[in-house]
């Protein structure tokens, strides 16, 4: 069992940048693949990155790729995602997630979006 609590979310203008923190509690935190997906009314939650438990590994959706970073300090417990060259269309509230399963090929999750344990997300909005 993970808690999962987000911070970092905003208004922020085109072309800015925030960065997204993630804090878990619990389990050992190297116990887990973590991952962010992000959500707009009306619309299913999406993947947007995933890393693996070491944090060598990392997996983007393609929209994200080359703007987003995530990463993680496990001695922090901490999983980040740093967002780039933000545009309006990354408005949505954004999500945390942890899944055990940390031998699962990390490109499942986009097709998936399946993580056993969440947070309660935090908003990010993007101005033009």
């Known amino acids: 069992q993970v808690s999962l609590v987000e911070s970092g979310g905003e208004l922020a203008q085109a072309g800015g940048s925030l960065r997204l923190s993630c804090v878990a509690s619990?389990?050992?935190?190297?116990?887990?693949?973590m991952g962010w997906f992000r959500q707009t009314p009306g619309k299913e939650r999406v993947f947007v990155a995933a890393?693996?438990?070491?944090?060598?590994?990392?997996y983007y959706e393609e929209s994200v790729k080359g703007r987003f970073t995530i990463s993680r300090d496990n001695a922090k417990n901490t999983v980040y995602l740093q967002m780039n060259n933000l545009k309006p269309e990354d408005t949505a509230v954004y999500y945390c997630?942890?899944?055990?399963?940390?031998?699962?090929?990390?490109?499942?999750?986009?097709?998936?979006?399946?993580?056993?344990?969440w947070g309660k997300g935090t908003l990010v909005i993007v101005s033009s």
């Open positions: 997630a942890a899944d055990p399963r940390v031998h699962q090929p990390l490109p499942n999750y986009e097709r998936s979006g399946s993580m056993d344990y």
């Open positions: 619990g389990r050992t935190f190297t116990s887990y693949i």
């Open positions: 890393v693996g438990w070491s944090g060598y590994t990392t």
